[in-house]
């Protein structure tokens, strides 16, 4: 990797019970105040429509590698405070 890039790291972040429309925005725009965070919501990949279910089915959480650790406690305890979710890293 050439000298001055940064490695990020690439999560899709998922919650079980799914959370509403509302409610991820509301998260990314928590998780976006964190300097050098990227948030990106992915739509639900049911083809099926259901009025109470969520139309969002997660987000894709951009960070560098070299996060401050206070930013990675920041980031996790905002996730937790929507709920339980899980994680995968993609390279």
């Known amino acids: 990797m ?6 990020i790291n690439r999560s899709k972040i998922t919650y079980n019970p799914d959370i509403a429309l ?3 925005r509301e998260l990314a725009s928590h998780i976006e105040q964190i300097d050098d965070v990227d948030v990106e ?6 083809t ?3 009025y ?3 139309q969002i089915g997660g987000l894709w959480l951009s960070r ?4 401050p650790v206070r930013s990675q406690v920041l980031i996790e305890n905002i996730l937790n405070h929507y709920g339980t979710w899980t ?3 993609k390279e």
């Open 48 to 50: 099926e429509f259901s």
């Open 52 to 54: 109470l279910g969520s």
């Open 41 to 46: 919501l992915f739509w639900q990949e049911s």
């Open 87 to 89: 994680s995968e890293t």
């Open 2 to 7: 050439p000298s001055g890039e940064l490695s």
């Open 22 to 24: 509302a409610m991820y």
């Open 64 to 67: 560098p590698q070299n996060i």
